[in-house]
């Protein structure tokens, strides 16, 4: 997968590949770029899951991308962000209420950054299925008169791939993941090493579900 190498220094971005100019793009952002993006962070332990995709959301577009998660993963002030091209997603604003109808959201939410990164990101994809698309993710944003930022994407850029939550080839999945409470850098990290694993660059989580043996499995859907 094509990379964007951000040099600490002078905080330049250069493309290693032409294959960064469609579809999902990675790189590393320093405290300094997030800082600039107008939502800092320096530490991913410090935020919540609609922070944390406000903040990817304005790196990705500082940097000529439509929109953007971060991965979950912090090296140092080093936290890395997966982006998309124009091409690849459609925005919409949407009503709160289509999001907090599904199942997996709580009922007693009522404000987006109050609800847990798993629960979130399943409704998502519940709401994007039923727009017709293949899934997709909140920018994290709030407007006038309760509406949501929802990004989607097209089926023909959408797989679902499963893992157990206890799952020992992957590292987000020790200690095992739990929907209900797992922080939100854990539930990205463990989408992408999903979905990488698969041959896909990211994902979100979509649902759960406990095994005849009693195992709860994982479904993320996958974006390529």
Not at 99 to 121: C, G, Y
Not at 169 to 176: C, D, I, M, V, W
Request: aromatic share 12%.
């Amino acid at each position: 997968m094509s990379k964007v190498i951000s040099t600490l220094a002078s905080l330049t971005v250069t493309l290693t590949s032409a294959q960064a100019l469609a579809g999902v793009v990675w790189f590393d952002t320093t405290e300094a770029m997030r800082a600039a993006s107008g939502f800092p962070i320096t530490s991913r332990y410090t935020v919540n899951w609609a922070y944390a995709n406000r903040s990817a959301e304005a790196v990705c577009m500082q940097n000529g991308y439509a929109r953007g998660m971060y991965t979950g993963e912090q090296s140092g002030e080093l936290m890395g962000v997966h982006c998309f091209t124009h091409d690849m997603v459609s925005w919409q604003d949407v009503p709160f209420s289509q999001i907090s109808r599904w199942a997996w959201w709580s009922d007693d939410i009522t404000v987006l950054d109050k609800q847990v990164s798993f629960k979130a990101e399943a409704a998502t994809n519940s709401e994007c299925d039923t727009m017709n698309y293949g899934g997709g993710f909140l920018t994290g944003h709030t407007g006038p008169n309760n509406v949501v930022g929802l990004v989607c994407l097209d089926r023909s850029h959408v797989t679902i791939r499963n893992a157990d939550a206890n799952d020992p080839q992957f590292q987000a999945l020790t200690p095992p993941l739990n929907p209900h409470y797992a922080p939100w850098y854990q539930v990205r990290a463990a989408a992408n090493q999903v979905c990488q694993h698969y041959g896909f660059p990211t994902g979100t989580a979509t649902g759960a579900a406990t095994t005849g043996s009693g195992i709860l499995n994982l479904a993320f859907k996958c974006f390529y």
